[in-house]
């Protein structure tokens, strides 16, 4: 890998007694794009804030470029920040407040025009140009604080949930639109939300964060189908969770018993016999077959149907399995295959193909 | 951002430096003794408080007590209706700006025009004795009446503010749900306008109550010895019989009242 | 029917309200000094006012004093206001209770709490001791109004004016001052009012030899009903309204 870009190196940061991260560590290279993950209040923002310059670390250092940005203002880092609340001046035109940057660096005003200009082309501005910040919608505020934050060409452009106030169309085609300018810019965009479907859907690498932890780092299929541990599982995607032992091991499979049915799965050199651990099985994953079609039960948990959701393009459903535990199927609608005729309470057989399962150490 | 922490810790000296230690000051005062020359001696003692209890004392605080009661009473009365009618208006701004301005202007001043008006041969008198109303000009100075107009004419914009801005935020449409369904004019009031502006009703009393307590000079000048209040005692207990140990007393003294008053007006508001 | 009486009923209470103004105001343009008749409009009490150098001085002293306090108290406000508003997260406990017992200590109490004070420190009564204590009781009020307007705004304003480039000054002249210089101009014209109205807590804490006018009105009071001081609580009350006038313009809900 050529060098990062960034080096956080195990940057700590507390307010008021409270700590908000914890020895986090890791790097971002250029001309990605990475996402910080994770529920509110878990530090992202503070991180941005680091990064950003606007506080500085308790302990630990911020390397941009190699060099330590430690003493160094937010005016001299090469990167800008989008703000949630994209914090547009109120009382500036919209030429105006993209203009801002240049006009803080003194830039001659013949020069400001252009590039002002070509940046309000670049994000469908033009005809907005000399309006009242106020009367714009929130997708019109929020081009106008991207095209302020890259009119000077960062290196870095930071983004904090930017998209977090949009209604859900709106939501999609931006995701889309950041995405492409990501992309033509080269610029390295760090981006910040709660919302694993965006994180999934825009990013290069993710860094799934818990209460100033990073808890995985990795691109997003790699968060989705291995994830670390039951934090990470269970905050992207759906899962079921199952509590197993290990029976035994051999040379291809590891045997779990889950509510007392053997169940094959790939071998796995983590867990030995005996050991407690969690097994996740994505939805999608899991077969659901109603009791006639299935002549071999082994490995096959019992249950019976308890709730049918049509989608759409899925049938979700619900199934009561014989020891009680719930779990949610997830079934693609295939028009030849009338195999998804399901009824309530139901019985139906319940698996899923030998190694599309995660093992996860067992926690409390 | 080194220059504006400068300003926080200014901010933090200047009002420990001239709110709380002063304050403290006063504290320690009150337990000393007076002394002709330097004003304070040493030996602490609690006379200072025990003279508040003695029926001299005690007759004063009653009385600031009763008239700043009654003064916060009209001042309710009076802005209430007001403040209702005030809302209702299409031109509330200009209106809201008539009561500002006298809010705004010296109160010293405006209790001076009273002064005019009420006097023995002022406007007032005149007027009634023109129209054959009374023969012989009205006594109204120098009485507790003078006084209590004084403060409700000083402090009646007080009261409005706060219930004004309280009433504002409420949403009519409740009244209008309670007529829907089948609630009376009363019970409308009573039960849903009146305990939704309780806390402006609470604010504009002590509002009131503090400062009417407090003002000496309008008793001073309205009212006479029979007006002689809490903020007279310690005016005259200070600078004219420099005894500053039973003056602090006596704050002191002001300052536990106007707290249970206060205590006790929220409690209360709270309970409900 | 109802609207006549609540009509009737504010027409009372205004009329309450500005008649004893009205006839001071009218009186001090009399020309008679003791009869309570019109006898025609003259301006001779504002003429003898003018040639009251006693007056004169202690008007002059209250203005100084209350555009300095107002000055020094506006800047100071606004300077604190801006550092808590930067830093949202921080709770400043200590200070906003401060602020509180301020602003619920009485001003008798405040008055004779900074006299004490004074005579321990043995700082003489005159114009500094004035000062302070005007400073104290307008600083509250000062945070009080600007900060109600920067509530309104993003905190991210200034960090966003960092984050693009700008220093501090230029954030704070670029950004915030024309954001804020209504609510910075109330303060201060409203603090200049307040100031150069107090009678209480002045009346503790000055001098002999810095006269100002609230107390220099409240002597004559005492003396009597004169229409030369009629006149000056005229000119009196129109120093004040005139600023209230302006934070009125100043301060109406833009649409």
Redesign the interface.
């Known amino acids: 890998m050529h060098n990062p870009l960034i080096e956080i190196k195990n940057v700590s940061k507390a307010f008021d007694g409270f700590s908000i991260l914890k020895n986090v560590c890791f790097s971002v290279y250029s001309g990605e794009f990475l996402t910080l993950l994770g529920p509110s209040g878990c530090g992202k923002t503070t991180l941005l804030r680091l990064i950003s310059g606007f506080e500085t670390p308790d302990s630990g250092d911020i390397l941009i470029e190699g060099k330590p940005t430690a003493h160094v203002p937010p005016q001299n880092r090469n990167l800008h920040t989008v703000f949630q609340s994209y914090a547009l001046f109120p009382h500036l035109s919209v030429f105006e407040n993209v203009a801002f940057a240049l006009v803080c660096k003194k830039t001659p005003p013949t020069e400001i025009n252009t590039r002002v200009h070509e940046v309000l082309a670049l994000m469908r501005l033009e005809p907005y140009a000399e309006r009242n910040i106020k009367q714009l919608s929130g997708g019109q505020q929020q081009r106008v604080a991207i095209a302020r934050a890259i009119i000077n060409r960062p290196q870095i452009l930071l983004l904090d949930e930017p998209l977090s106030s949009l209604d859900y169309r709106l939501r999609q085609s931006m995701q889309y639109e950041l995405k492409q300018l990501q992309k033509k810019l080269n610029i390295t965009f760090i981006f910040v939300t709660h919302d694993q479907d965006e994180a999934l859907s825009l990013s290069d690498r993710i860094v799934v964060f818990n209460q100033g932890e990073i808890e995985q780092i990795g691109t997003p299929r790699e968060i989705y189908e291995t994830p670390n541990n039951l934090h990470v599982a269970t905050f992207i995607g759906e899962t079921n969770i199952f509590d197993a032992t290990v029976s035994h091991c051999d040379e291809e499979n590891l045997y779990t018993v889950i509510d007392g049915i053997d169940i094959q799965c790939k071998r796995c050199n983590d867990f030995k016999t005996d050991d407690k651990l969690h097994l996740i099985v994505r939805p999608e994953d899991i077969r659901v077959q109603n009791v006639s079609e299935v002549s071999d039960t082994r490995g096959k948990l019992p249950g019976k149907i308890i709730d049918i959701v049509y989608k759409g393009t899925t049938v979700d459903l619900k199934v009561e399995l014989s020891s009680g535990t719930i779990i949610n199927a997830s079934e693609f609608f295939n028009e030849d295959d009338d195999e998804l005729e399901f009824s309530l309470n139901e019985p139906v057989w319940a698996h899923w193909l030998k190694g599309w399962e995660v093992l996860l150490p067992y926690e409390k | ?1 080194k ?3 400068l ?2 810790k ?3 000296t ?3 430096c ?6 403290l ?2 504290v320690v ?1 009150s337990f000393l003794s007076k002394d002709a020359v330097h ?1 304070v001696k040493l030996p602490f003692t609690l006379n200072n408080y025990a003279v508040l209890f003695t029926p001299l004392f005690m007759k004063i605080f009653i009385r600031s007590l009763l008239i700043s009661t009654i003064t916060t009473l009209v001042c309710l009365l ?1 802005a209430y ?2 403040s209702y ?2 809302i ?2 299409k031109i509330k ?1 200009h ?1 809201l ?6 809010f ?14 009420l ?1 023995g ?3 007032l008198n ?1 007027l009634l004795i023109k129209i054959h109303f009374i023969t012989n000009p009205l006594n109204l100075l120098y009485t507790n009446f003078a006084v209590i107009s004084g403060l409700v ?1 000083s402090l ?1 914009p007080f009261m409005v503010l706060p219930i004004f801005n309280n009433m504002e935020r409420f949403d009519f449409k409740i009244m209008e749900a309670a007529r829907d369904l089948g609630a009376g004019p009363l019970d409308i009031f009573f039960r849903v306008f009146l305990p939704n502006t309780k806390k402006g009703i609470i604010s504009g009393c002590i509002l009131v109550f ?2 009417a ?5 309008i008793p ?2 309205l009212g006479g010895a029979r007006s002689f209040m809490i ?1 007279n005692l ?2 005259s207990e ?2 004219e019989m420099s005894d ?1 140990p039973q ?2 007393a006596t ?1 002191i003294g ?2 536990l009242i ?1 707290l249970i008053f206060v205590y006790f007006v929220r409690f209360r508001g709270k309970k409900q | 029917m109802k609207s006549k009486i ?2 009737l ?2 027409f009372i ?2 009329f ?6 009205l ?2 105001v009218i ?1 001090s343009v009399n020309k008679t000094k003791y009869s ?1 008749v019109w006898h025609g409009f003259s301006s001779q009490w504002y003429q003898v006012l003018l040639n009251d150098v006693e007056i004169w001085s202690a008007f002059f002293n209250s203005a100084v004093l209350g555009i300095t306090a107002s000055c020094i108290a506006t800047g ?2 606004l ?2 206001c ?3 508003f ?1 830093h949202p997260h921080k709770k ?1 406990r ?2 906003r209770n ?2 509180l ?2 602003i619920i ?6 008055g ?6 004074f ?2 420190t043995n700082l003489p009564l005159g114009f500094v001791s004035l000062l ?2 005007h ?2 009781f307008c ?1 509250p009020f000062v945070i009080l109004t600007i900060e109600s307007r920067l509530q309104t705004l993003d905190p991210n304003l200034y960090f966003c004016a960092l984050d693009l480039g700008a220093s ?1 000054m230029a954030a704070l002249s670029k950004i915030f001052l024309p954001l804020l210089w209504p609510a910075i101009l109330s303060a201060a014209l ?1 603090s200049f ?1 307040i100031s ?2 107090d ?2 807590t002045s ?2 804490v000055s001098g002999s030899d810095f006269s100002i006018l ?1 107390l220099t ?2 002597s004559l ?2 003396s009597g ?1 004169t229409p030369e ?2 006149a000056l ?1 005229t000119i ?2 129109i120093i ?2 005139i ?2 006038l302006i934070v ?1 313009k100043l301060t ?1 809900k833009k649409t």
Not at chain 2, 213 to 217: D, H, K, N, P
Not at chain 3, 105 to 110: A, E
């Open positions: 951002m220059n504006k922490s300003s926080i200014l901010l933090y200047w009002f420990l001239f709110a709380f230690i002063p304050l000051l006063i005062t004003l009076l209706p007001f009618i005030l209702k208006s701004t209106l700006l008539m009561i500002m301005i006298p705004w202007t010296s109160s010293l001043v405006r209790t001076y025009a009273l002064l005019s008006l006097k041969n002022g406007i005149t004419y009646f503090l400062p307590m407090t003002l000496f000079y001073n000048i903020g310690i005016q200070f600078l500053w003056g602090s704050s002001l300052i106007v | 609540q009509r009923y504010l209470i205004y309450l309200l500005y008649f004893p103004i006839i001071l009186f309570l100071l406000g300077l604190g801006m550092h808590l930067i400043f200590s200070l401060l602020l017992l301020l200590i009485p001003d008798i109490v405040l004779i709490s900074l006299l004490v004070f005579n321990v302070i204590a400073i104290t600083l501090q409203l009012t150069f109205d009678v209480v009346y503790f609230p009105i409240y009071v005492r009903v001081l009629n609580c009196t009350l004040s309204i600023p209230i009125h109406r």
